[in-house]
Every structure is written in C-alpha cells, then in structure tokens.
C-alpha cells in the first residue's frame, strides 16, 4: 500500500533544515504507527513537488532514513517503510498539548454516561455468546446478499445509488414495505405514512423529539430498553416508568396526564411477554381516554417460531394514533441499520423534516439492496431457515436451563432470540457477569433495563441467536456454577 503524499506538510514554524524536517516527519511517522512496514513512500520527485523543494534535498533525506533502517530500497521500486522500523502496534497520535477549551462551559449538553452498556466489540471470540442481537454468519445468506447488492450497483440502479433523495426514500423499498411487510402485521399505510430510518434505535430518537418536549409526560414500560430512557432524558424530566407484569404494560397504571406511550407489545423489551388481544384493546381505550400517542416498538415478530404473532397494535387502531416502529437490522444484521416509522401523515412530515435536517436518508445503494433482498423472496427464506434454528435452540436451552436449575422468568409466548432469567434474591448478576468472562462466557445483566430507583440486580438475559446448540450445555453449566457461588 502507498502513503499518499497529500499526507505530508512542512510546518513554517520548524526548527533545522529542509533535509533534517523531512526525515522528522517520516520517523514521527513510522514511530507514531501512522506508517506501517511495508508501506511505500512518495516516490522523490513526487514529493518535492509536493512540498515545493529541490528533489535533492528529498533523496538525501531518504538516504539518511535508510542508513538508520527506518526506510528500505527496491531497485527501482523506490522506498518503503523498512521490516526493521521500530513500528507500534497501533497508530497513536501524540498529544497535541494542553487545551485552552472549557469543555464543561462549551458543551450545551452532556451525552456521555446513562444506562446504555457497551457490548464487547470481540463477542464472537467468546466461547459461550449468550448474547443478544448479533448476527449468526452461519445463518446469512451471503451470497444472495451479494448479488443483490451487486444488482444494486449495476446501471440500471445508477439514480437509486448516486441520488440524493434529499428527505425522501427508495421507492421499491417503500412499496415493498407497504405491499408485503405491513399487511402481515394487519396494517395499511400509504407511502406518505411511511419513513426509512437508521434502524429502530433512530426511529425511537425521532419519535422522541417530535413527539415529546419539556413540558410533556412519557410512560415507558420497565424493564425496558435502556437506550429509550436514555434518548428521554435528553429530551423530558417527565417519564413514568411502569413496572410490566406477565401480560406487559398495564393500561391502568397509565396516568391522566400521559402524553405519550412507549410499548413493546408484541414482544416486550427485555422479559418477552406477549401482550394479549383484550389488553391490547383496553390500552388503545386508554389512550384515547387521556389523548395519548402510543409509540409501539414491534422490533422481533419475524421471529415466532412458536406460534403466529398477534396483530400488530398499530392493526387495532383506529384513531391513527398508533405510531408504529419496524427493523430490518434484528431479522438480517444489526450493523445494517435499517429500519422504519409508519405513522399518521402529519407525524410522519415532521419525522421526515427532522430526519432531512440530521442525515438527510439513510444510503441509496443500502436501501435498494435491501429491497432487492426482500423482494427476490431471499429475505423470507432467511427468517424460515433462521426461525427454524433458533427453534432448536430454544429447545437446548431451556432443556439445558431445568437441568442445571436455573429460572425463566420470561420466555415469551411466541418465540423470539432470549429468555429473560431470575437468579436468586440477592444476587448481582453484574458481578455474576463479569466473573464469567474469565470463563469465556459472554450473558447480559438485567440491572441496565430497570429504571433508576427501581433497579433489581437479580435478573439476567440469555440470547440463542449466536451460539451452536453444541455450546449451550455447557455454557449453561458455568453460568449456573456462576451462580451458585455467589
């Protein structure tokens, strides 16, 4: 690989000669890591060109480097970054100094810290991945993938790749939405009611500030999903977090002065309870009783392998006050993030502005693969083969989980990637957690989901989705052993 010679600048306020500021910086290069063995350097001319000095004064300098082994020659291949440079294993910039910025007066708002955890980026290389959410490279048709997104690359998708679609979206992917994901969720929406965004997290974080300001009240379900209550806190010191039971989120517990209504009924986030058809209608009664908006997260019915998934939520509503939230990025892989709102006309106008002024549309070349996808009929092949393997997993594990005598407390009626667990009263399962990483098991403490002043540490996420059905017994075995000694 060759370092490009835009990469290179004289600083006017350098001390020594021409020579002596030109070896500098290849050494500050190469010893910073930001050059790397093997790399070829700007060939002489091009670089005194570049920086607008004799061709000499190049050449004498890289003489010198190669007498001190940071650079090697190649006949007339011209030079590299030598085997012998004393090169880091990483590029780390030196600091620059001390900053003159008050960043705790600068900043307007502080985004760091709340409840959303970190996933380990090296999940995979875990023997037992309990984790939630990640993608089975065994499961993903990857050459179908590829091919789609090679069709969308081709000339005929020119405009769908290269177009800047400002604050609208790919047509075929909206009508494929509209046409065939929609109805199998009961709902109808035209394409004016319907918005691609960045995945479900994004559509959650345009929900959130379109519907909601200061002076308006929020009710989430608890446990719920962390990152929601942290996007509220940005936005309203008024949320109501309402502890769920078997069914979900009780609609009586809403209070009259609810603005909006944050649910997963489908599948609620974390303990999976399915919400039933009569509770359902009640919460839509509730909701009109006090004028509420309901937002409902309906992020994994793909995956009932049980039996069929309710209908949506959005399917019962006939106020056009139900905003629903789908994902592509659980049934296919999360770094795809793509997801989308389906909402009342007006809803979704101001979603779409808010969405132009941030990021404008998510990828044209993404959001035609995708359709490409869907419509080839490679995704419904996918969520058969995939539902069909979790189905056997879920069978290991929970035979695995009464064996070894530990607890479900949720395990959803219809199927899905986890099982929400209890340990003992008394147990800190982050502290279970972390001291089962030595054992190269990877599980979720359920400490994040409650909302502060309700915490409960006892509870635990176990996900199926990325790990062998030959792996579970025995991952299942040190989590219980976990357990018990603490």
């Known amino acids: 690989m060759a370092i490009s010679v835009d990469t290179f600048f004289l600083n006017p306020e350098a001390q020594g000669t021409l020579q002596a500021q030109i070896q500098e910086m290849i050494a500050e290069g190469i010893l910073s890591g930001r050059f790397h063995v093997g790399e070829k350097l700007p060939s002489s001319r091009k670089l005194a060109m570049h920086l607008g000095i004799s061709r000499i004064t190049v050449t004498l300098a890289y003489t010198e480097l190669l007498a001190n082994d940071y650079l090697t020659s190649r006949g007339r291949s011209g030079y590299f970054v030598s085997d012998n440079a004393p090169v880091p294993p990483s590029y780390t910039p030196q600091a620059k100094g001390a900053e003159t910025v008050d960043w705790g007066k600068a900043l307007a708002r502080d985004y760091t810290g709340g409840d959303t955890p970190r996933k380990p980026q090296d999940w995979s290389k875990f023997k037992y991945p309990f984790i939630y959410g990640q993608a089975d490279p065994t499961l993903f048709d990857h050459a179908n993938w590829r091919l789609c997104a090679l069709r969308a690359l081709g000339q005929k998708d020119f405009n769908a790749l290269t177009s800047d679609y400002f604050d609208q979206d790919d047509p075929l992917l909206i009508e494929y939405i509209a046409r065939h994901s929609l109805p199998r969720r009961g709902i109808t929406a035209r394409p004016e009611e319907i ?21 308006r009240k929020a009710a989430i379900e608890d446990p719920s999903y962390y990152t929601l209550r942290d996007q509220l806190a940005h936005v309203t010191p008024t949320v109501d977090a309402i502890p769920v039971d078997k069914h979900g989120l009780p609609p009586e517990r809403i209070t009259d002065d609810t603005d909006v209504i944050f649910t997963t ?3 609620q986030s974390p ?6 058809m009569d509770r359902r209608r009640v919460l839509l009664d509730r909701a009109r009783e006090i004028d509420a908006v309901i937002v409902e997260d309906d ?3 793909e995956m009932s392998f049980l039996e069929p998934p309710s209908p949506a939520l959005k399917s019962l509503d006939t106020d056009g006050r139900v905003v629903y939230i789908g994902s592509f990025s659980k049934s296919l892989f999360p770094g795809l993030r793509l997801g989308y709102l389906v909402g009342s006309e007006p809803f979704i106008r101001q979603a779409r502005a808010l969405r132009a002024n941030v990021l404008r549309h998510p990828p044209g070349h993404v959001q035609r693969t995708v359709a490409y996808f869907l419509s080839l009929g490679h995704y419904d092949a996918q969520i058969r083969r995939t539902a069909k393997t979790l189905q056997k997993r879920r069978a290991v594990i929970e035979e695995s989980i009464a064996r070894h005598g530990l607890t479900i407390s949720g395990a959803g009626s219809s199927g899905g990637s986890s099982l929400w667990m209890e340990a003992p009263k008394g147990t800190d399962m982050v502290k279970v957690t972390e001291s ?8 979720e403490p359920g400490t994040p989901f409650f909302a502060p002043g309700q915490r409960q540490h006892n509870f635990y996420r176990l996900g199926y989705s990325s790990i062998p059905s030959s792996k579970i017994d025995a991952g299942i075995e040190l989590v219980a052993k976990a357990i018990n000694s603490h």
């Open 195 to 215: 918005l691609i965004t960045l995945g479900a997290q994004n559509a959650l974080w345009l929900s959130v500030k379109t519907l909601l300001e200061s002076d």
């Open 271 to 276: 303990t999976t309870a399915t919400m039933p």
């Open 436 to 443: 089962l990483r030595a054992d190269s098991v990877f599980i």
């Open 265 to 267: 009924p489908s599948h």
């Open 299 to 301: 992020y994994e019915f």
